[in-house]
């Protein structure tokens, strides 16, 4: 088979779970009598359950996808990684453009999380490993706003049964080639985005 190029493939699930980690927000794809449904939520790895470990996660209970969280139902999950386009004249030997970035892919059956302590104990959870500051949020599970937001969500659990690792970073050119790729990715990472933001959210 030559495709996907196996140079493009992570083989390292520590990786994979580093890049689940590093950028949370996954899209959640789901189908049903060929209609494709399509959700955007941060989900959080949790490594003691299944072969895999599991993804966890809660979704409006008014979203028709979060009908098919439940009764070990397929589900697709995409996290997204740093990505840029990658010119030619970066590089120290003739290349053509390309474009690099990090993917994972994960097929995964999901359950419903019942519970509702359970659904609280794991947004706190998110909540605590997504606060970066020196004085972080913590979400009081006792707290009326989350006990009144515990009746409109529902949580689930999605238990990993295949994993891929879309990783394209210029694995097939010249080692300084690759490193001048590498650089190239972690600039255009660190881009600012402020006339973007201002241009979207004026409109």
Do not use: C
Request: glycine fraction near 2%; charge should be negative.
């Amino acid at each position: 088979m030559h495709y996907p190029p196996k140079h493009h493939q992570a083989t390292d699930f520590t990786a994979i779970i580093e890049t689940i980690k590093q950028f949370p927000l996954a899209t959640l794809i789901s189908v049903k009598n060929n209609e494709v449904f399509t959700t955007h939520i941060p989900l959080m790895y949790e490594a003691s359950l299944g072969e895999y470990g599991a993804l966890i996660g809660h979704i409006d209970k008014f979203n028709p996808q979060a009908e098919l969280l439940q009764e070990n139902q397929l589900v697709q999950v995409i996290f997204h990684g740093p990505n840029s386009y990658i010119s030619p004249k970066i590089f120290s030997s003739t290349q053509l453009p390309t474009w690099n970035y990090v993917k994972v892919h994960i097929s995964a059956r999901a359950t419903q999380i019942v519970n509702p302590e359970e659904i609280i104990d794991s947004i706190a959870h998110m909540t605590s490993f997504l606060e970066t500051s020196e004085t972080p949020y913590v979400l009081e599970p006792k707290s009326p706003k989350i006990q009144a937001l515990v009746d409109y969500i529902i949580g689930f659990r999605l238990e990993i049964t295949a994993w891929e690792g879309k990783f394209k970073l210029s694995q097939d050119k010249l080692l300084k080639d690759r490193e001048l790729a590498k650089e190239a990715l972690i600039k255009e990472s660190r881009k600012d985005i402020t006339a973007f933001m201002d241009s979207i959210l004026d409109n």
